[in-house]
């Protein structure tokens, strides 16, 4: 290594010397040059420069010298006269003939005595004095304003539809009631024959014999009749709770009279997780994950799920083998109280069987069956297919989940992926849960995507490559095959000023983690929101409060993006 370096050094020394010798021999050949080029004549150049010079040095030609004779000056006002008169003629080259003609001239205009001697000049008017200003006229007095007039319009009226006198309704005068300190501002009218009969039936049901009626009502109040007076208050008074005939207190309210609801909060939990960026310093993002909090879960309900692939030409034979693995595994997730149905579709949809179809070996069997005959054939018409989904019977209490298979490249019929997006999810309404798979790298992702948020449903793509399908297929069918809580709602409080999506979420699986993404102001520091739903025949809700400060998560950037 030590004899490399200092070959190198040696390499570079030699090359720096070259270099300075290579320079200064440049120098001294384009110094020779330029002495060598002073000494080579050039003969065209050299006549074209004597031309040059011949033309400029050419001599100046005199053809002929005459001398004049200058002008005397005038000896007296004549010849003065004379000379101004006819100085024009001359100067125009008229000759001394003209000139002597203008001179005559001249003398006898002079020779002429005036009339009178004019001792003082004329006098001037004053309008030739005024110069520019004779045009400006004397200002006249303009007439003064008269009174000031306002514009009159005439309003009549058409058609009369109120009358000219309102009639007066007669007053009504009211006793003076005496009034009683801290009495109540409204109270319900009673009749006393009612309320002794129910204490009397109520005294003869707990064989008492007018407890009840001490117990509901003092003895005076008792006593007083209809329409008399109420004696004055006794220290001491208690007035009994009032109840009816079967012995229940008026007034009071059962919790499945105040609210069709059935709480769920103990069995589910919701967590937070913030996010806030600098450049947004007015708000902040979080996403809401709510799940089942332990092994006490809601009960599953049972459902309608229907297996729809797309088996067109632009589905390779070597990826829809793959799904047909996935399907297998999907026929065998099914709940024994659910009811299934298969579909594929090219230009036209095929479905297994013409109704939704119970949980049993035979169907099964023939699922299977219907599977293996998978063939990769024909045109795409994703939106003519899945519109079938919406023909199928609907049982109310039963939630209706799809799940399709595709890559979202439609070649018939409705193209457009918003198109389709928006027809579909405005005639589904949110009636069916749709789930997508896509099956390649090169899949529609938009319009998966969107198509499955519009309709209760989320989307994923494989993307690893196509032997992975049976296991992304198998991990999102067991995800949603046991769903507890259908047509949810959600309601956040006004306070927070919160912006959620999505608005049409998922229905709550108990193996799926149900995730809502929201916006709010800096500021605000707790989000409250309700969420309802229904388990089967029964109304369910849910109302969680979550501190945006300290029980919460740092979150990501993606939160903002999801958002």
């Not at 024009?88 to 001394?96: D, K, L, S, V």
């Not at 799940?291 to 990826?319: H, M, T, Y």
């Not at 994703?382 to 989904?389: A, C, K, N, V």
Request: aromatic share 6%.
């Amino acid at each position: 290594m030590e004899e490399e370096s200092i070959g190198t050094r040696r390499f570079g020394r030699r090359h720096v010397a070259a270099a300075a010798v290579a320079a200064l021999l440049s120098a001294l050949l384009h110094v020779g040059l330029f002495a060598w080029l002073t000494t080579v004549h050039l003969p065209l150049f050299a006549r074209a420069a004597q031309t040059l010079r011949r033309a400029w040095e050419r001599p100046l030609q005199v053809l002929e010298v005459r001398r004049e004779a200058a002008a005397a000056a005038p000896r007296t006002a004549e010849e003065g006269l004379g000379s101004a008169g006819a100085g024009g003629g001359a100067a125009a080259g008229q000759g001394p003939a003209a000139a002597g003609a203008g001179l005559g001239q001249a003398a006898e205009l002079l020779a002429v005595a005036p009339d009178r001697a004019l001792l003082e000049p004329p006098l001037v008017p004053d309008s030739a004095l005024t110069g520019e200003g004779s045009s400006v006229a004397t200002p006249t007095v303009q007439p003064a304003p008269g009174a000031w007039e306002p514009r009159r319009e005439i309003l009549q009226v058409q058609e009369r539809r109120a009358a000219e006198e309102a009639g007066v309704r007669p007053r009504q005068w009211a006793p003076a009631i005496e009034r009683y300190r801290q009495a109540p501002d409204i109270v319900l009218p009673t009749d006393r024959e009612d309320w002794l009969a129910a204490a009397a039936a109520a005294a003869s049901a707990t064989g008492a014999s007018g407890g009840a009626q001490d117990e509901m009502w003092p003895a005076k109040i008792a006593e007083a009749g209809r329409g008399g007076e109420l004696p004055g208050g006794t220290p001491g008074l208690r007035i009994g709770t009032p109840r009816r005939a079967d012995g229940t207190e008026l007034g009071r309210e059962e919790p499945a009279a105040i609210t069709p609801y059935r709480p769920v909060e103990r069995l589910l939990q919701a967590s937070v997780s913030v996010f806030s960026s600098l450049l947004e310093p007015r708000y902040r993002y979080y996403r809401i994950d709510i799940q089942r909090s332990g092994p006490e879960a809601l009960p599953v309900i049972p459902k309608d799920i229907l297996l729809v692939q797309d088996s067109s030409a632009s589905i390779a034979e070597q990826r829809l083998f793959f799904c047909r693995v996935g399907w297998l595994r999907c026929l065998q997730l099914i709940g024994p109280r659910d009811r299934f149905n298969l579909m594929l579709f090219r230009d036209q949809p095929r479905l297994c069987f013409p109704d939704w179809a119970t949980n049993t070996p035979e169907n099964l069997e023939t699922a299977r069956r219907f599977v293996q005959e998978m063939r990769s054939e024909g045109e795409t018409d994703i939106y003519g297919s899945i519109r079938e989904l919406l023909k199928l019977p609907r049982t109310p209490g039963r939630p209706v989940v799809a799940l399709l298979i595709t890559d979202g490249h439609p070649t018939l019929g409705l193209t457009r992926s918003s198109d389709i997006i928006g027809q579909f999810s405005q005639q589904n309404a949110g009636a069916i849960s749709l789930f997508a798979l896509g099956t390649c790298q090169t899949a529609n992702a938009y319009l998966l995507d969107l198509l499955s948020y519009g309709n209760r449903g989320g989307a994923v793509v494989v993307t690893s490559g196509r032997w992975d399908i049976p296991a992304v297929l198998d991990g999102l069918m067991t995800e949603i095959s046991r769903p507890v809580l259908e047509d949810l709602r959600f309601r956040f409080d006004s306070a927070s000023a919160s912006e959620v999506y999505p608005v049409q979420t998922e229905n709550l699986y108990l193996d799926r983690v149900l995730v809502l993404y929201g916006r709010c102001p800096r500021e605000t520091r707790a989000v409250v929101f309700q969420a309802a739903g229904r388990a089967a025949d029964v109304a369910c809700d849910m109302v969680f409060t979550l501190d945006l400060e300290q029980g919460a998560r740092a979150g990501s950037r993606e939160i903002r993006t999801q958002w």
